[in-house]
């Protein structure tokens, strides 16, 4: 039996070089066991030492008396204690490190996310987003600014971002996904859940750019030019590239005004985030070459020129510029599809005209020391060849790892990648859009070297493990077993789970299903299930499965099931509250007469029962949604593969709240509900069907508590 170093409340860390990763760890360790360890100056059970070593690298070495770290910088240190963090365990109430000793270092120098700004109130949580960010030993933050921070030079940014996000989130018919349909091409993405569709003050922007440089994670302010401008154009139409466009979304490269606007917004900018990098966007380009300033110039011209009055302007300031990469994409690379900086002319079904020019031949009058973005991956196993032949750095953006293909042969060319996220970043919103799961699980493969496609289900499971501590770090509260609790209500039904041969990332879920052995699932349907309880907890515990899948889409997607129409809700891309997706609800009532309601949202809380956890080789276009980029009457199969796809991309979401247990063709969740009136006592539990699909249901299999 090897040796073990026990943690208590009493354990102290030393870094003489700094507090930072020390502090880090303290509070870490803290939101997952609730021990008070804390940070000291003076001799230590863990400790940490400088030595030259490779940037981001450590060694730890752990004994039964205690733990040393061992770094060249304040990164090697912090992911040094984040290793020490991920293998202390609890057992008993014991909490504890096996000896080791081992050294890693970083498989890839940029490991990021791109992340959407907090709203107001919501800057605290962003915080402790970086704080999972960190332990996940991610190293870069892009952060999608726009209007949204404090402009002292342009107010009147500020107030067109606030108007257009009220009147795309309150008064738009079908919200901000039907402006983008009500235009002769399909407009850029407006991304109005930045800040909450507010404006965070410079010093609160500030606040947050602080707190993950403290973490060590380079901040990359994401200062959108060309497209995606709806900030500039609706402040200042005359720089729009189409002035009668009702959401101008392009400015006109040709118009000098726009860079005056631009270089003064972008100063306020950096002002706050003190950059090393800037990412300018530039995806999504719709629209060029159509005003009088830039008729008769080719896109290639266009786009050439616009990039390099940006370059020299942040050169000047010894900033280097990142970018999305596709419209500098020849197109030939994809066959005869729309993709990269082809050309494209359309006609929409009321016979207006779009026309794109092509812009791939730009990339050769640009300078080759641009950082690309490149999200085409996901289409080609190609994407990335016109910028490594031109010896030009390149990252893929919009990377969901578990779904990525080819990696070992591609990542090898490429410097890193980031997870795309065009949600709120809050637990909630990640959690529901699967990104979270998205984020464990490329961390891991950008961490170490030896990820490749067949290490899925290994990769899978471990970051379903991984998610436990991120609940920990969201929740700030200790983790509890939960095997050992009692059983309140067990399904008598016709769909057996047999709970004894179940198979499950959380050993808890797995321990407390053999516990209880074969069960049958009671569908939720007609009648109300009544169940008598008569208990205090502190916990229900929740078995249950859905019947039969619902369709999959992200929060910021229209609903898109078949014959849904719900009145005031079509439409509607946000919520995930609605009766489509709530099959069931159990109301909890306690005997002074309180009822407290327990929603059991599919993707969330629960899912289907016949989920399939393999995923399959994508081999067509036909998952390709951007509605401008593919032909996809012109289809063609890829060469090799560049992705993989998944029968249900719930199951990336549901894994964060509810612990997936599996027994051969047969899955079922286990989701705990923390109750609210721990202090009351629970008379009874009625199940209720709020669904009118007569083929769905909720299966409930057992409830327990504690």
Not at 388 to 415: C, S, T
Not at 677 to 683: A, S, W
């Amino acid at each position: 039996m090897s040796e073990k170093f026990i943690i208590t409340s009493d354990v102290r860390v030393t870094a003489p070089f700094g507090t930072a990763a020390a502090q880090q760890f303290c509070k870490l360790v803290h939101r997952k066991f609730g021990l008070m360890v804390e940070y000291t100056e003076e001799a230590a059970e863990i400790q940490i030492k400088r030595e030259i070593m490779p940037p981001e690298a450590f060694r730890l070495l752990i004994s039964k008396t205690g733990a040393e770290i061992t770094a060249g910088d304040m990164q090697g240190e912090m992911y040094g204690l984040v290793a020490l963090f991920q293998r202390m365990k609890e057992e008993d109430g014991t909490v504890f490190a096996e000896a080791t000793d081992c050294s890693e270092a970083p498989y890839k120098e940029i490991r990021g996310v791109h992340l959407m700004p907090p709203a107001p109130c919501e800057i605290e949580e962003f915080k402790t987003l970086l704080d999972v960010l960190s332990m996940l030993r991610l190293n870069t933050v892009i952060i999608e600014v726009g209007g949204s921070m404090e402009l002292t030079r342009h107010p009147r940014v500020n107030e067109a971002w606030q108007m257009f996000c009220r009147i795309l989130q309150e008064e738009f018919p079908g919200g901000p996904q039907n402006m983008q349909w009500a235009y002769k091409y399909w407009k850029d993405s407006p991304h109005t859940l930045n800040a909450g569709g507010r404006i965070l003050t410079k010093a609160q922007m500030r606040e947050i750019v602080e707190y993950a440089k403290k973490l060590g994670m380079n901040v990359i302010p994401e200062i959108q030019a060309l497209s995606h401008v709806y900030y500039l154009t609706l402040a200042y139409r005359d720089i729009a590239e189409d002035p009668l466009d009702v959401f101008p979304d392009t400015y006109c490269p040709s118009n000098e005004k726009s860079y005056e606007i631009y270089f003064d917004v972008a100063e306020e900018i950096i002002e706050v985030f003190e950059p090393r990098m800037v990412s300018i966007g530039h995806d999504e380009v719709r629209s060029m070459g159509e005003c009088e300033k830039c008729r008769g110039k080719s896109g290639h011209e266009l786009l050439a020129y616009e990039i390099n009055r940006l370059y020299t302007f942040y050169k000047e300031k010894n900033i280097r510029i990142c970018m999305w990469a596709e419209k500098l994409m020849e197109p030939t690379k994809f066959g005869s599809r729309k993709l990269g900086g082809a050309s494209i002319e359309r006609e929409d079904e009321f016979g207006r005209k779009w026309h794109m020019p092509a812009t791939y031949k730009a990339i050769d009058k640009i300078p080759q020391d641009i950082l690309m973005i490149d999200w085409l991956h996901m289409m080609t196993p190609k994407s990335q060849e016109d910028f490594v032949a031109r010896n030009m750095d390149v990252i893929y953006g919009n990377v969901h790892g578990p779904l990525f293909g080819g990696w070992p042969e591609r990542i090898r060319q490429a410097k890193g990648a980031i997870v795309s996220t065009w949600c709120p970043p809050t637990e909630k919103a990640l959690a529901r859009d699967g990104l979270l799961l998205d984020i464990v699980y490329t961390a891991e493969m950008l961490w170490h070297s030896g990820y490749d496609d067949s290490k899925y289900d290994v990769f899978l499971q471990n970051a379903f493990r991984t998610l436990e501590d991120v609940r920990c770090i969201f929740g700030q509260r200790r983790a509890t077993a939960f095997g050992d609790a009692s059983l309140l209500y067990r399904g008598d039904g016709e769909d057996i789970f047999d709970g004894t041969g179940a198979v499950s990332a959380s050993g808890e879920a797995e321990k407390l299903l053999h516990r209880f052995g074969r069960m049958g699932g009671v569908p939720i349907k007609g009648e109300h299930l009544h169940i008598v309880a008569d208990k205090e907890a502190k916990e229900l515990i929740f078995v249950s499965a859905y019947r039969k899948p619902e369709a999959y889409y992200p929060s910021y997607n229209w609903m898109v099931v078949p014959g849904y129409a719900d009145g005031q809700y079509e439409g509607c891309y946000e919520s995930v509250t609605l009766p489509r997706w709530n099959g069931a609800s159990f109301a909890v009532i306690y005997t002074d007469g309180t009822i407290e309601m327990v929603n059991m949202t599919y993707g969330v809380c629960t899912a289907d029962l016949h989920m399939n956890w393999t995923r399959k080789a994508e081999t067509s276009s036909a998952n390709v949604s951007e509605i401008d980029m593919v032909d996809k009457a012109d289809a063609k199969k890829r060469d090799g593969f560049a992705a993989y796809s998944v029968d249900d991309r719930w199951q990336y979401a549901v894994a964060y709240k509810a612990s997936p247990a599996k027994n051969g063709e047969e899955t079922v969740y286990v989701y705990r509900w923390e109750n609210p009136h721990p202090e009351k006592r629970i008379k009874e539990i009625y199940g209720m069907n709020t669904t009118r699909d007569k083929e769905q249901a909720l299966l409930l299999y057992a409830i327990a508590y504690m």
